[in-house]
C-alpha cells in the first residue's frame, strides 16, 4: 500500500484497568479526561476517531462527542488484539493510527511520522527499548485477515502479527528526535502512573 492520504483513528478502550482499579480511560489531569486527550491528538490528524469497547454500555460513561463512533469488540475478551481487529475492521478509511486510552502525552509529530512511513507496508510500527509499541502503531486493513485468524484461534499476543505482514519499524534514533523524553509512550496502569503524569503536565505543559 502507499502513502495514506486519509487515516482514522481507533482508541482501545475496552480495558478492564486492573491495576489501577477503576476505569483509567476516565482519569482527569488538569480537568481533561485521559480518554478526552487521546481524542483531541487524534482529531487533527485522522478524518474520524473510533473507540472500542467492551461492551456497549461502557461508552456511556465517557461522554465522547458527537463525531466520535463508538465499536464494540467483535470477539469480546480476546484482548487489545481483538480490539485493534475490532476498530480496524468498523474503520472507514484504509489505514488507522491505533492508540490506547491512557497515553496523556501523544505527540503529533511523531504520530504524523508514522503516517509518513507507510508506503509500500501494511503497519508502521514503533521500535523502543527493543520493544515494540503495537498500541502506538498505524494499521492498514491488510492486517485484518491475520488478525482475524490469530484472534478465532486464541493466539492474542500482538507481536506474532507483524510476522504475517509487511512492518516498518520506527527506530530509537528517530524517536529520540522527536520525542527525545519518549513521553509519547508513557501510559496510566497505576495511581503512581497517574500522580507521575499530574507532575509531568505540570513541567511540560
Given at each position: 500500500m502507499g502513502k495514506p492520504t486519509k487515516v482514522s483513528g481507533v482508541i482501545l478502550a475496552g480495558g478492564a484497568s486492573w491495576r489501577l482499579g477503576r476505569n483509567k480511560a476516565l482519569e482527569r489531569i488538569s480537568g481533561k479526561a485521559l480518554i478526552e486527550r487521546v481524542i483531541d491528538s487524534l482529531v487533527p490528524l485522522t478524518t474520524e476517531v473510533l473507540v472500542v469497547v467492551a461492551q456497549p454500555e461502557q461508552a456511556a460513561a465517557f461522554r465522547l462527542p458527537p463525531s466520535v463512533r463508538v465499536v464494540s469488540d467483535r470477539y469480546p475478551g480476546r484482548g487489545s488484539l481483538g480490539g485493534i481487529f475490532s476498530g480496524l475492521d468498523a474503520?472507514?478509511?484504509?489505514?488507522?493510527?491505533?492508540?490506547?486510552?491512557?497515553?496523556?502525552?501523544?505527540?503529533?509529530?511523531?504520530?504524523?511520522?508514522?503516517?509518513?512511513?507507510?508506503?509500500?507496508?501494511?503497519?508502521?510500527?514503533?521500535?523502543?527499548?527493543?520493544?515494540?509499541?503495537?498500541?502506538?502503531?498505524?494499521?492498514?486493513?491488510?492486517?485484518?485477515?491475520?488478525?482475524?485468524?490469530?484472534?478465532?484461534?486464541g493466539d492474542l499476543k500482538i507481536a506474532p502479527l507483524f510476522e504475517a505482514v509487511r512492518v516498518r519499524y520506527v527506530d530509537e534514533g528517530t524517536i529520540d528526535r522527536i520525542d527525545p523524553r519518549h513521553l509519547s509512550f508513557f501510559n496510566i496502569n497505576t495511581q503512581a502512573d497517574l500522580e507521575e503524569a499530574v507532575r509531568l503536565l505540570r513541567e511540560v505543559g
Open positions: 474503520s472507514a478509511e484504509p489505514w488507522s493510527l491505533v492508540l490506547a486510552c491512557d497515553m496523556p502525552f501523544l505527540n503529533g509529530e511523531l504520530l504524523r511520522h508514522l503516517i509518513g512511513e507507510s508506503s509500500n507496508v501494511d503497519a508502521v510500527v514503533p521500535l523502543l527499548g527493543g520493544q515494540i509499541e503495537p498500541l502506538h502503531a498505524l494499521y492498514s486493513k491488510a492486517c485484518l485477515t491475520p488478525m482475524e485468524r490469530m484472534v478465532r484461534a
